[in-house]
């Protein structure tokens, strides 16, 4: 079962992107990572197919991780 995280980010009215930028790339969402400091840019990304996170700076994280951040 994929997660739904886009759902999941709406309904607690986190914001991401999806496309138009140079940070977002097909097939992912990309948010500020609840995990860095520094620069809040989009570098935790979801991939919409594998169903997995992963931070451009900081790395993999598991979905529970990422959902008790966000909570």
Not at 22 to 42: D, L, S, V
Request: glycine content about 10%; proline content about 1%.
């Amino acid at each position: 079962m994929i997660f739904d995280a886009e759902n999941f980010l709406i309904d607690h009215g986190i914001r991401y992107i999806s496309e138009g930028t140079k940070h977002c790339q097909a097939g992912w969402i990309q948010m500020e990572c609840p995990f860095c400091t520094g620069n809040a840019g989009h570098h935790l990304g979801y991939n919409l197919s594998k169903d997995f996170f992963n931070c451009w700076r900081c790395g993999f994280h598991s979905t529970i991780e990422v959902i008790h951040a966000f909570s």
